[in-house]
């Protein structure tokens, strides 16, 4: 993830994909780790009511990085490369993105070249649901963890926040801690089907079998370079 950082590239890639037979995927493995499970079933069960905001934050050390990361034609950015996951978890959440806009700053990036190390996204999802996204290399190098992933469900009955692995909820009942969904067998609700509209999302990922429609994917709204018009999967 991503596949693919140029539309070139994404064609070449579709090309290969279609006279292989095989499946083709994305690295979206978060939709089923425990803490979103946990997030997804309050949600179904109705514990924080009609979702109206959604913030969610991607958060790596820098370190010492390859040379690749140098380089915005090998790297791609920081938002393909980290926020994506973020993205991710936004369209599961808030359905459909109508517009969004984006920054991202390559300074104080400590001698990495073209590598970004901040951004932010600002995303109109369906229903007017607002979305942001931050990402950043920015995790202190004395922290505990590499990563520091949040998500944060605002609704009309009440809050879910993920962090550090742990989901907490707060409605009607004061602030506890949910706990995570493990039982994998038993996902709570099956993936949206997918739908295509007038254009490929080369940003979150494929994940295809040849012959029969798309069997999961993340879900991005962008803009088409060559027809101009908006483009994604869901």
């Known amino acids: 993830k991503p596949l693919s950082t140029t539309w070139a590239g994404l064609d070449r890639l579709e090309s290969a ?21 946990a997030m997804e079933q309050a949600v179904l069960q109705g514990e924080i009511g009609e979702i109206r ?16 990361y140098r380089h915005r034609d090998t790297f791609g950015g920081l938002i393909p490369w980290v926020a994506v996951h973020a993205i991710d978890w936004v369209c599961a959440f808030g ?10 700053s390559r300074r104080e990036n400590r001698g990495h070249g073209e590598m970004e190390v901040s951004s932010g996204i600002l995303m109109g999802m369906e229903q007017e649901r607002i979305a942001t996204v931050i990402a950043d290399y920015f995790r202190p190098d004395a922290s505990a963890r590499h990563d520091d992933d949040r998500l944060r469900l605002t609704g009309t009955q009440g809050m879910l926040e993920a962090r550090d692995g742990r989901v907490y909820l707060e409605n009607h009942r004061q ?12 996902r709570p609700a099956p993936d949206r089907p997918g739908k295509w509209a007038g254009g490929r999302c080369m940003l979150p990922g494929w994940h295809w079998r040849p012959g ?20 994604y999967r869901n």
């Open 175 to 186: 602030r506890r801690e949910r706990a995570p969904f493990r039982n994998f067998g038993k």
């Open 212 to 231: 029969i429609p798309p069997m999961r994917t993340a879900c991005v709204n962008g803009w088409n370079e060559r027809n101009e018009h908006a483009i």
């Open 95 to 104: 359905g459909d993105c109508r517009w969004v806009c984006a920054s991202h």
């Open 17 to 37: 994909w279609q006279n292989s037979g095989k499946a083709l995927g994305g690295m979206f493995n978060y939709r089923h780790a425990p803490w979103f499970l």
């Open 53 to 68: 905001q959604i913030h969610a934050q991607k958060s790596y050390r820098m370190g010492e990085r390859p040379d690749f």
